[in-house]
């Protein structure tokens, strides 16, 4: 880690009044949804209202359950492995079991747990809408639902979304390290490639830097590369070797302390074209015309239509990403989308990413990325803006 990011990085964690502020709206919202509880199962939202950060979620093998009463705090009903990291955090309540163990995974300690909750209004909330995920077998969780008598389960998603979508001013601190190491990295990227290396190389190269800057993590980070454009961005890195007139693009999801930041940049080697250098430049302007929109108030909407009409005026052939940026923090995308249907308002706290992408020519993208935290007045960049005109590496 470099001398700068040991002295800037925000603290680790957060304070015990970060988790009771979150878990104060989420009961407020409950009450408002009529819900007497929340199943959480997986990764995002167990941390979010527990502090429970560990790696040990990449093994499918077991589940975690996280009930959210109407009153009270969370109950947590865990496998054995996980019991001493959940009592390092602000969590009482702790059920275990000796996972795995496939014929009863937890299963009939979450029944009793449901069992011995206050029927108010008999609805059990799970996220089952649209960026959702239920992370335990299908046939556990309809045992579970069958044996959780007068709890009728309702869709929680869209508490859930409304409630992370909005961060506190620790979450985006950590985002705001996150983008900042990365966007060093990637404005020292040009000394640390050239025109004869693959794909694999310049991200290999990248990524050492990145964790050399004080990242934890870069669990995203694609290329892609082709003579005056790319053709897709989400397939890379390959072996491809990148040459004079090409143009690569690398887009990374880099964490600091479990947040994320996105955003990409783009390079041309040797040289870049007219229909390159103009379409770099449409991108960035429509970036910009995003980031004037965005202010309280505003929806996702408006923002697609400010980025789209700079886009389509500058000779825009089409989108194929199938929206113009997203939310962000915990997951490196999270709801919602910036699209003309979505309509989510914008309101202080809310971080984004402005992604406008665009075919300039049959089979040429350029896409360009940035990400925002929505404030008070307007919003402000979380990432150190691209270059204006194309970087030409030489």
């Not at 990764?43 to 009270?72: A, D, I, M």
């Not at 935290?373 to 970087?391: C, H, K, N």
Request: glycine share 10%.
């Amino acid at each position: 880690m470099t001398a700068t990011a040991e002295n800037t990085a925000p603290p680790r964690g957060f304070d015990q009044a970060e988790f009771e502020a979150r878990l104060a709206r989420a009961q407020s919202a409950m009450r408002d949804a009529r819900m007497d509880a929340i199943l959480l199962t997986n990764e995002p939202e167990v941390r979010y209202f527990t502090g429970f950060h560990t790696q040990f979620w990449e093994s499918p093998t077991r589940p975690w359950f996280v009930l959210l009463p109407l009153s009270g705090k969370p109950i947590a009903i865990i496998p054995e492995i996980g019991r001493a990291g959940m009592e390092a955090t602000w969590v009482d309540d702790i059920r275990s079991w000796p996972a795995p163990r496939p014929a009863d995974d937890g299963v009939s300690l979450l029944i009793a747990a449901l069992g011995e909750l206050p029927r108010r209004f008999g609805r059990l909330g799970v996220p089952m809408g649209h960026e959702s995920l239920i992370r335990m077998p299908l046939s556990d969780y309809l045992t579970v639902i069958a044996g959780a008598e007068g709890l009728e389960p309702v869709d929680a998603a869209p508490l859930l979304h409304g409630l992370r979508f909005i961060k506190s001013p620790a979450e985006i601190d950590k985002i705001r390290q996150a983008c900042t190491i990365t966007s060093t990295a990637f404005e020292a990227l040009p000394d640390l490639m050239r025109a004869g290396q693959s794909e694999l190389e310049i991200c290999r190269a990248f990524r050492i830097d990145l964790l050399r800057r004080g990242a934890d993590q870069s669990p995203y980070l694609i290329a892609g590369s082709g003579p005056g454009g790319y053709d897709s961005i989400i397939m890379g890195p390959t072996e491809r070797i990148v040459e004079e007139g090409d143009v690569l693009i690398i887009d990374t999801g880099t964490t600091y302390d479990g947040y994320f930041c996105d955003f990409d940049r783009n390079f041309a080697f040797g040289r870049a074209d007219d229909a390159v250098r103009q379409a770099y430049r449409t991108v960035f302007e429509a970036t910009e015309a995003g980031f004037r929109a965005a202010r309280p108030g505003v929806t996702t909407s408006e923002l697609w239509t400010a980025m789209w009409q700079v886009m389509e005026a500058g000779g825009a052939l089409g989108n194929s990403v199938g929206r113009l940026g997203h939310g962000l923090g915990m997951e490196l995308t999270e709801w919602p989308s910036n699209t003309a249907e979505d309509g989510t308002v914008l309101a202080p706290g809310a971080v984004l990413t402005l992604e406008p992408g665009m075919e300039f020519l049959p089979g040429r993208q350029m896409v360009h990325e940035e990400n925002i935290v929505i404030t008070d007045s307007g919003a402000e960049w979380l990432t150190r803006r691209a270059a204006p005109e194309m970087p030409v590496v030489t």
